[in-house]
C-alpha cells in the first residue's frame, strides 16, 4: 500500500505537469488570437502655454526654474479591441513626442491611466490637465517647436507575454507659444 505523502506526491506532481503543458497552450492560443481591428483614438489639444517657474513643490523652496508645458486635452479612444478572454489589464499613456537639435525623439508622458475591463476600455476625457510634468532636459523650451501627442498601451496578459502598440496614424499635433516669464 502507498503512504499518504507518496499519494499527495502523485497528485502534486500530476497537477505540475498539467499546468505546464497548459499554461503555453494557453499562451500561444492568446497569441494567435491578436486583435486584428486597432483601437480607435481622437486626441484633440487647446490652450497650450508655456511658463518659466519652480512648479516643483516637493522641493524645497520650488526647486530650479523651468519650462513646463500645460495644455487642455480632450481624448475619445475606444479600446474595447484590445480586450479577450486572457486580456489582465491595459496600461494607457499620452505621450507627447518631439525632436530638438541635440536630442531626436523625445518622449515624454504626460498623462496615464490603468483600464482594468472593457466597461473602462472607452475613454472620453474633456479638459483633462496633464498628470506628469512636460518640460525639456535643457531647463527652456524652443517657441514655435512642433509636438505630437499620441496614444499608447501595453496589455497585459494573465498568461503570457506583454505587448505594447500606440494608435495608427499621427496623433494631435500642436506649436508651443513663447514661454511667459515669472516676474
Do not use: C
Not at 68 to 90: E, G
Amino acid at each position: 500500500m502507498y503512504s499518504l505523502l507518496q499519494r499527495l506526491n502523485l497528485v502534486s506532481a500530476t497537477a505540475t505537469t498539467g499546468l505546464l503543458v497548459l499554461l503555453p497552450l494557453v499562451m500561444f492560443s492568446a497569441w494567435l488570437k491578436m486583435p486584428s481591428v486597432l483601437p480607435t483614438a481622437d486626441i484633440r489639444v487647446y490652450d497650450v502655454q508655456v511658463a518659466h517657474g519652480s512648479y516643483d513643490h516637493n522641493l524645497y523652496k520650488g526647486g530650479a526654474a523651468w519650462d513646463h508645458v500645460f495644455a487642455s486635452i480632450d481624448l475619445d479612444a475606444d479600446l474595447t479591441p484590445l480586450f479577450t478572454w486572457n486580456t489582465k489589464q491595459l496600461f494607457v499613456n499620452l505621450v507627447a513626442e518631439y525632436d530638438t537639435k541635440m536630442h531626436t525623439g523625445n518622449q515624454v508622458t504626460v498623462w496615464d491611466t490603468i483600464v482594468r475591463s472593457p466597461a473602462e476600455a472607452k475613454l472620453k476625457l474633456r479638459g483633462q490637465r496633464r498628470k506628469y510634468i512636460l518640460t525639456d532636459i535643457r531647463r527652456h523650451i524652443t517657441s514655435g517647436q512642433s509636438m505630437n501627442l499620441t496614444l499608447h498601451w501595453s496589455l497585459m496578459p494573465w498568461v503570457g507575454v506583454m505587448t505594447s502598440g500606440q494608435q495608427s496614424g499621427v496623433g494631435a499635433t500642436f506649436t508651443l507659444p513663447a514661454a511667459e516669464r515669472e516676474k
